[in-house]
């Protein structure tokens, strides 16, 4: 009996003696339409990201906008000592840590929480309807919510004149207690963005085989034992490397939403890096301080990331790379 050998065709033929930039032309020519569809992200991380890192050399120098990149004396590590000199960079760095692990502590953990309750309800119907809403306030910007938070926390806005008819409480100086400062922004992003936070973890669990819930319940295990040793082992592995990621971001809280709840009464426990940097290098024309700060902001974010990934992979989980 004579055997036959199946001609398995590759995606494109490639010749033992064609050169490696001519399989790479020839791979760019095969997937022309999906490079096509990358490029306007790859232009924009160039434009916007990659670039303007060639302005980071200020750092180093004494910048003046009147001698340029070049002709601006080379001084060194002079800006990143004057960091850890100036109280109030150090009193900025412990606001934003603050603020930073307020939010990882906080609104982190009730993006999963909203994901599990929406994962458990059944009406498909009520259940897109619920995923809608809590979309909503993602779309909203920051001008349009904090325009909100006026309304209802200043001194004559919703919330004070029911605490004072209801309770005859003296108003609250909800705006400019330093005090009350991190708790409203908090409270903001976890309103903003915990639903949209949903996506990703609602995106894990649809992978779940429903048959592990099927052999759950016949073992006699509630909804709760289900979620606990089937749900949320299932998106460990993605809340993790969400975790790694917002660890890089630590030391950026948002600059749109802490500058616009800024106010002198509450400038001290609420000045961030990213308005830091801009009362710094914009309004003082402070350009190599300021990119010093925001230099020393990213390595940090950087050194985090790596710290994170490596402890991630020791406890033998599946870290960001």
Do not use: C
């Amino acid at each position: 009996m004579e055997l036959k050998t199946l001609n398995v065709e590759e995606p494109f033929p490639i010749s033992p003696k064609e050169s490696k930039w001519s399989r790479i032309v020839k791979r760019i020519v095969k997937d022309k339409y999906l490079i096509l569809l990358l490029l306007p992200g790859i232009l924009y991380f160039l434009i916007y990201r990659v670039v303007p890192m060639v302005g980071i050399v200020i750092a180093f120098k004494d910048y003046s906008a009147f001698r340029g990149f070049v002709d601006s004396p080379w001084v060194g590590l002079k800006y990143f000592k004057l960091i850890f000199q100036d109280t109030e960079v150090l009193r900025v760095i412990w606001n934003t840590l603050q603020i930073s692990f307020l939010q990882i502590f906080f609104a982190f953990p009730i993006s999963i929480v909203l994901a599990l309750m929406i994962n458990e309800v059944r009406n498909q119907f009520f259940k897109r309807v619920v995923q809608s809403i809590v979309y909503l306030p993602h779309f909203l910007s920051w001008v349009v919510v904090i325009g909100i938070t006026v309304i209802f926390l200043r001194s004559e806005g919703l919330l004070n004149t029911f605490l004072v008819h209801a309770f005859g409480m003296n108003p609250i100086d909800f705006l400019t207690d330093p005090n009350l400062f991190k708790p409203i922004v908090i409270l903001q992003v976890i309103w903003k963005e915990s639903g949209w936070g949903t996506i990703i973890f609602l995106a894990a669990l649809a992978g779940v085989d429903p048959a592990l819930y099927e052999a759950a319940a016949m073992d006699g295990a509630n909804r709760w034992r289900q979620i606990w040793h089937i749900t949320l082992p299932a998106i460990k592995s993605t809340i993790i490397i969400l975790l790694i990621l917002r660890l890089g971001n630590v030391m950026e809280t948002g600059f749109e939403q802490i500058f616009l709840m800024l106010n002198p009464f509450n400038m001290e426990s609420g000045n961030v890096l990213d308005t830091f940097v801009y009362f710094k290098g914009i309004q003082q024309a402070n350009y190599s301080f300021a990119t010093a700060v925001g230099l020393f902001k990213g390595l940090v974010g950087l050194v985090l990331v790596f710290v994170a990934n490596r402890l991630a992979k020791k406890f033998g989980e599946e870290g960001l790379y």
